[in-house]
């Protein structure tokens, strides 16, 4: 069961940045000491993440542009749990 609730918002946490890096070709998540390649999905989930927009909203604007992905809210909520975990993000 998951700790995360869909009125929570998502922020990176203070040094953490996300944004297309041309050398790799890909999204990264730049922190002082390094870097993070993403993949398409975790870069699809990490590029909704504004500070103002809960996890629901995320969901559901994610739901939207892939209306085919079964499970996506449980995949979504399992990747920001990650993403906390690693102290990428924290939920407001």
């Known amino acids: ?3 995360i609730q869909l009125t929570q918002i998502p922020v990176f946490r ?3 940045r996300f944004q297309w890096e041309p050398a790799q070709n890909c999204h990264v998540l730049l922190y002082p000491e390094g ?3 993403l993949n398409e999905s975790a870069s699809a989930v990490l590029g909704e993440v504004d500070g103002a927009r809960t996890v629901g909203a995320i969901v559901a604007d994610l739901q939207a542009r892939f209306p085919d ?3 996506i809210e449980e995949d979504i909520v399992a ?3 990650v993403a906390v975990e690693r102290f990428w993000i924290e939920l407001l």
Do not use: D, H, V, Y
């Open 35 to 37: 870097m993070i390649k």
């Open 69 to 71: 992905a079964e499970g």
């Open 1 to 3: 069961m998951s700790n």
């Open 79 to 81: 990747f920001l749990e």
């Open 14 to 16: 203070r040094g953490f």
